[in-house]
């Protein structure tokens, strides 16, 4: 199991930035793919971003351009960078480890791909 702590949110304008770091540990991150979720008050949990051992990378379409997700296995840590935050881009994001441990993020848009998750961190963007 993995253990995942994210960190980084807060209040910013609209076409701020912000960082969002998820530190992982029970195991290390090297052999997971990773990935992000948001999810808005009312809504729906909804797939951000992902990356594979390899550093492969899939967005969503709505963040594609402003966010980027990398990881440092070193660190066993993921980071999410949000540039050009708007306004709904406000929900509580979270970072999540494949289950069942794999290298690949296959099917990386379904929250059911994923078996370990953090507690969240709050991102407002206000205008």
């Known amino acids: 199991q993995v253990i995942l702590a994210e960190s980084g949110g807060g209040s910013v304008q609209d076409g701020g930035s912000l960082t969002l770091s998820c530190t992982a540990s029970?195991?290390?991150?090297?052999?997971?793919?990773m990935g992000w979720f948001r999810q808005a008050p009312g809504m729906e949990r909804e797939a951000v971003a992902a990356?594979?051992?390899?550093?492969?990378?899939s967005r969503a379409e709505p963040v594609n351009g402003r966010f980027t997700i990398s990881r440092d296995n070193a660190k066993n840590t993921v980071y999410l960078q949000m540039n050009s935050l708007k306004v709904e881009d406000t929900a509580m994001y979270y970072c999540a480890a494949h289950g069942p441990p794999s290298p690949r993020c296959s099917r990386w848009w379904e929250e059911e791909s994923f078996a370990d998750w953090g507690q969240g961190t709050q991102v407002t963007v206000s205008s």
């Open positions: 990356m594979d051992v390899d550093g492969r990378n």
């Open positions: 029970g195991d290390t991150i090297s052999s997971y793919c």
